[in-house]
T-cell receptor, first 112, second 112 residues
Framework: KQEVTQIPAALSVPEGENLVLNCSFTDSAIYNLQWFRQDPGKGLTSLLLIQSSQREQTSGRLNASLDKSSGRSTLYIAASQPGDSATYLC???????????FGTGTSLTVIP | SAVISQKPSRDICQRGTSLTIQCQVDSQVTMMFWYRQQPGQSLTLIATANQGSEATYESGFVIDKFPISRPNLTFSTLTVSNMSPEDSSIYLCSGRVNTEAFFGQGTRLTVV
């Protein structure tokens, strides 16, 4: 069974800082990996999708990388803003099956 | 991309009653997924719903407790039956378009 771990569990940074969120997974036979944002009590918003053949994806101030062999992905947020405050989840889909395996999330607070 | 409209967004229910959650997708999706997110936890898959066939339930979830309907490729419902306080959670539906997963806004359920 795929296990997905996110470190740190919580992070607090001053506005303007660049930051990195980490996601690790135990089974490297993945189909793709997706990063989501979740605001309190709300659903998930898709941020970036990385296919297994890709190394990174970028969208605006966000950059996600994937190292399948080491079972790791990082989400880099540049020039953080208070509006970035949310919980960030990574999810992994294996080559077999249709299920996503979710990490436990990183709760980010950006202080104005 | 896809937009998934989920309702209700929240509800407070008496124990022993049932609640039906609806999800409408703005495009056709082959599979829809229902998740539960208990307080402070990550997402747990309840079941996968395909049109025209019975839903496939994950270990620990049964059809009598969480009946699912999938009448067409853009709509699905999840019913939480005979509710107890332990069912208090956020429930989320999800669909995939071109391998990217999209989520509804979530239903925050409180059972009293």
């Amino acid at each position: 069974k795929q296990e997905v771990t996110q470190i740190p569990a919580a992070l607090s940074v001053p506005e303007g800082e660049n930051l990195v969120l980490n996601c690790s997974f135990t089974d490297s036979a993945i189909y793709n990996l997706q990063w989501f944002r979740q605001d309190p009590g709300k659903g998930l918003t898709s941020l970036l999708l990385i296919q297994s053949s890709q190394r990174e994806q970028t969208s605006g101030r966000l950059n996600a990388s994937l190292d399948k062999s080491s079972g790791r992905s990082t989400l880099y947020i540049a020039a953080s803003q208070p509006g970035d405050s949310a919980t960030y989840l990574c999810a992994v889909r294996l080559l077999t099956g249709n299920q996503f395996y979710f990490g436990t999330g990183t709760s980010l607070t950006v202080i104005p | 991309s896809a937009v998934i409209s989920q309702k209700p967004s929240r509800d407070i229910c008496q124990r022993g009653t049932s609640l039906t959650i609806q999800c409408q997708v703005d495009s056709q999706v082959t599979m829809m997924f229902w998740y539960r997110q208990q307080p402070g936890q990550s997402l747990t898959l309840i079941a996968t719903a395909n049109q025209g066939s019975e839903a496939t339930y994950e270990s620990g979830f049964v059809i009598d407790k969480f009946p699912i309907s999938r009448p067409n490729l853009t709509f699905s419902t999840l019913t939480v039956s005979n509710m107890s306080p332990e069912d208090s959670s956020i429930y989320l539906c999800s669909g995939r378009v071109n391998t990217e997963a999209f989520f509804g806004q979530g239903t925050r359920l409180t059972v009293v």
